[in-house]
């Protein structure tokens, strides 16, 4: 899966690897930046992975 992107100076950048967002998603707690992260994804059309992380213990494994 290739996704194409174009700069700001209006250069083309090829992404090959699937995107894969890791954010943060508690009952308690939605991490701001997570979301603004997806809407910006959805706001571009870049195909992505949205990867919650939901305990505790799954922030503490990803920062590990």
């Excluded at 950048?13 to 939605?30: G, N």
């Excluded at 195909?47 to 505790?56: G, N, Q, R």
Aim: include cysteine; hydrophobic fraction near 40%.
């Amino acid at each position: 899966m290739t996704t194409t992107l174009s700069t700001p100076a209006g250069k083309q950048i090829e992404l090959q690897a699937p995107v894969k967002l890791y954010r943060m998603s508690m009952p308690e707690h939605e991490c701001p930046w997570g979301l603004r992260a997806v809407n910006l994804l959805n706001e571009k059309g870049i195909a992505f992975e949205d990867i919650k992380l939901t305990s505790p213990e799954d922030v503490a494994a990803f920062k590990a």
